[in-house]
């Protein structure tokens, strides 16, 4: 019966060995990558990345002009923007919005029947600039803690949809939040100021490009980028293991005996390799 026990023993080490093999299993995250961070101190947004993203951004857009043009559909010359969120005032009649606009938040008087709500990109509109408008706006500050990352992270993406100059989409019930940091520690304050705006009047465009929509180009990322817009790219990604932080060992749980004589054991998270497989969404934004 004592000749048994390192039997069941390494039997029992067999099964958690299995039991945390499948802790292994890809997983998946979503992430918001901002473009106008990039080069920025103490940014998470590489250039090495920003132009991986690039290359499938511009492959996906081209594809879809092609499938677009064989369906012979009519693009429109303009720009679209995004709406943040629906004002109270009119001008001229026309419905006025906070929309993501060149980079910033502006305010977009838009003519026309068409009404539009928060989170709507707007048809391709014709726009131009008519002066500046006072407006209130509610941002969020993300404050996030020191975290003992040792280098800076991406933003984890909502679901709640990706927020601009920090003013999340106001969908009509007053501002949706994101909630499900999961993984972060961070602290939000939302302040309400009155902020003076460019003002923009538009109508949506009837003008047809004639030679259809133009090729994906490092102009039409930015500016639709700069307009609200956001590409979804879904990538494949050996990142390194948070557990042993790429070391591939960690300090045992194995009982005396089984021990190695450094104390340590192949990580049980990725299994001694270092990295794990990771489907990553990033959501590209300005
Ligand atoms: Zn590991």
Redesign the pocket.
């Known amino acids: 019966m004592k000749n048994l026990f390192p039997l069941i023993l390494c039997f029992l080490v067999a099964t958690f060995a299995i039991a945390q093999s499948k802790k292994n299993d890809t997983q998946d995250t979503t992430e918001v990558f901002r473009v106008s961070k990039v080069g920025a101190r103490g940014a998470a947004e590489s250039r090495e990345l920003l132009m991986d993203l690039y290359a499938e951004v511009g492959k996906e857009y081209n594809a879809n002009i092609e499938k677009e043009s064989t369906a012979q559909k009519v693009a429109y010359q303009g720009k679209q923007v995004r709406i943040l969120k629906v004002l109270k005032e009119t001008e001229n009649g026309a419905p006025m919005y906070l929309a993501a606009y060149n980079g910033e938040p502006s305010v977009v008087a838009i003519a026309g029947d068409k009404k539009f709500k928060g989170g709507d990109l707007t048809p391709a509109l014709k726009i131009r600039a008519n002066g500046q408008h006072e407006t209130k706006v509610t941002r969020e500050i993300v404050e996030r803690a020191k975290n003992n990352s040792p280098e800076p992270t991406l933003e984890k993406s909502s679901g709640g949809g990706v927020s601009f100059f920090g003013i999340p989409i106001d969908t009509g019930g007053g501002g949706s939040i994101s909630s499900n940091e999961v993984e972060e520690t961070v602290t939000r304050r939302r302040v309400t100021e009155v902020k003076t705006m460019p003002k923009y009047v538009a109508t949506i465009s009837d003008e047809v490009l004639n030679d259809g929509p133009a090729k994906f180009s490092k102009d039409i990322f930015v500016d639709s980028l700069k307009n609200g817009n956001v590409y979804s790219v879904k990538r494949k990604e050996d990142r390194r293991?948070q557990?042993?932080r790429g070391f591939?060992r960690v300090t045992t749980t194995l009982p005396v005996g089984l021990r190695d004589p450094d104390g340590k054991m192949p990580?049980p998270?990725?299994k001694g390799i270092?990295n794990k497989p990771w489907n990553v969404t990033y959501q590209v934004a300005w």
């Open positions: 293991c557990n042993c591939q990580c998270e990725c270092g």
